[in-house]
């Protein structure tokens, strides 16, 4: 069983640039696909970024080419780069993880069926 714990989260304003992070206890992410999900105020859990366990990273189009997901070489801690932020980025935003490789967009479907979730981080983006 992993634990998840996101940070990195605040405020920036338009155009700025934050480093979000996730660090699993009980397990590695070396057998876990894991992901980004956000959820803005008065919105639905919205996909964001997934990482299988070969590397393969696959993002929503609304943050493709501003952001990047990685996980660094002890597979203990799972990182989301986001850059050029605008405030449609305001939200929540949730690591996951599950055991198993799945590779493709697709796989986010089944990542956020996942009982392994962080508590959630806060960025806000202001005009």
């Known amino acids: 069983q992993v634990q998840l714990v996101e940070s990195g989260g605040g405020l920036v304003q338009t155009g700025g640039s934050l480093r979000l992070s996730c660090v699993a206890s009980g397990r590695t992410f070396s057998m876990y696909t894991a992901g980004w999900f956000r959820r803005a105020p008065e919105k639905e859990r919205e996909f964001v970024a997934l990482?299988?366990?070969?590397?393969?990273?696959y993002y929503s189009d609304s943050v493709k080419g501003r952001i990047a997901i990685s996980v660094d070489n002890a597979k203990t801690t799972m990182y989301l780069q986001m850059n050029s932020l605008k405030p449609e980025d305001t939200a929540v935003y949730y690591c996951?993880?599950?055991?198993?490789?799945?590779?493709?967009?697709?796989?986010?479907?089944?990542?956020?069926?996942?009982?392994?979730w962080g508590q959630g981080t806060q960025v806000t983006v202001s005009s």
């Open positions: 996951a993880a599950r055991q198993g490789n799945c590779s493709g967009y697709g796989c986010y479907r089944w990542l956020q069926e996942s009982n392994y």
């Open positions: 990482i299988s366990w070969n590397g393969g990273a």
